[in-house]
């Protein structure tokens, strides 16, 4: 289990950024491991109730799965998805909506 699932968020936070430093420079940022470590960071931040934060992380992972794999992949739809739930819980409804239905075209 990681930090992250022990819901130990003090003990994830630098050890995702470590990582984060690390995947960037063996990879660079447009690479899919940066992504994962995006969405890693994303995840943390949806539990540290850092919506907007965590919009950026989910955005940037978006952005690199899109232009790799393209909008069908699955790692690129579980990010929208994941997208719609922060809107919902940063209390904009239109934005999540958005992703639903562009999940529901891509499917």
Do not use: W
Request: aromatic share 8%; hydrophobic share 35%.
């Amino acid at each position: 289990m990681t930090y992250l699932e022990l819901g130990q968020l003090d003990k994830a936070e630098p050890l995702l950024e470590e990582g984060r430093q690390y995947t960037l420079k063996a990879y660079g940022e447009k690479h899919p491991a940066m992504a994962n470590h995006l969405a890693s960071q994303g995840r943390l931040l949806v539990l540290q109730r850092k919506y907007k934060a965590a919009e950026k992380c989910y955005l940037q992972a978006l952005d690199i799965f899109t232009a790799v794999f393209g909008p069908a992949n699955q790692r690129t739809k579980s990010i929208q998805q994941t997208l719609g739930e922060v809107y919902q819980r940063m209390g904009k409804p239109k934005a999540a909506k958005s992703y639903r239905e562009r999940l529901a075209k891509i499917t």
